[in-house]
């Protein structure tokens, strides 16, 4: 059973803040993403990577970084953090590169930034 | 541009009725779509993906290239199909495409 972990299900944190989500997975996956979700925007994804410590920008980087340094963890960085950071954070893993192949998700960290 | 579409953002059926969730898509190529389902308080996870033919909980979705859909649907709702659906369309570069989601609410 794939088992995808995040470090906090609920977060708040203060305006200029630098804020540290991690994922980890425990199925040997390649590839990690990384979402924000927000009521009728749907997914928008923030990075991927597709291998230890290489990353892929996606659709809105803007204010967000990664670090992949072991295959089974995947870290998002709010270098600053920003009250329109406020969202719900999903990471995702999956194998191979196939948009075929299902990508299984964690349970999701709701940030708060005041 | 590649881009799907979700055009209801919120549906509530009866227990028993028909449920159709709408899902349009834009690709230029030979589409891989996805239903993927978020029920309360659990994490999003696949539902089916319309390479697989599959009917999953009753449900099945079917891809219309002519009309560039990929519509939910199941003929009898139940209460515990209440949930968050996201229409999802694979990208030349191997990602994912959602949609806005539809909140369907099945009513007793």
């Known amino acids: 059973d794939v088992k995808v972990t995040q470090s906090s299900r609920y977060l708040v944190k203060r305006t200029g803040e630098k804020v540290f989500l991690e994922c980890v997975q425990d199925m040997d996956h390649e590839n990690m993403f990384w979402y924000r979700q927000d009521p009728g925007l749907g997914l928008r994804l923030i990075y991927f990577s597709y291998d230890v410590k290489m990353k892929e920008k996606g659709d809105i980087p803007e204010g967000y970084s990664v670090s992949r340094e072991k295959k089974e963890r995947f870290s998002l960085i709010l270098e600053s953090a920003s009250t329109n950071q406020t969202s719900m954070y999903l990471c995702a893993s999956r194998t191979g590169t196939s948009s075929y192949n299902e990508q299984f998700f964690g349970p999701g960290t709701r940030l708060t930034v005041l | 541009a590649q881009r799907v579409t979700q055009p209801e953002k919120l549906l509530s059926v009866f227990k028993g009725a028909p449920v159709e969730l709408k899902c349009n898509y834009s690709y230029s190529g030979s589409p891989e779509l996805f239903w993927y389902v978020q029920y309360s308080r659990q994490r999003l996870q696949l539902l089916l993906r319309h390479i697989s033919r599959e009917s999953i909980k009753g449900f099945t979705a079917d891809l219309n290239k002519g009309e560039t859909s990929f519509h939910l649907k199941k003929p009898f709702a139940q209460e515990e199909d209440s949930a968050m659906y996201y229409c999802?369309?694979?990208?030349?570069?191997?990602?994912?495409?959602w949609g806005a989601g539809t909140k369907l609410i099945i009513k007793p």
């Open positions: 999802a369309l694979s990208a030349p570069n191997y990602q994912l495409i």
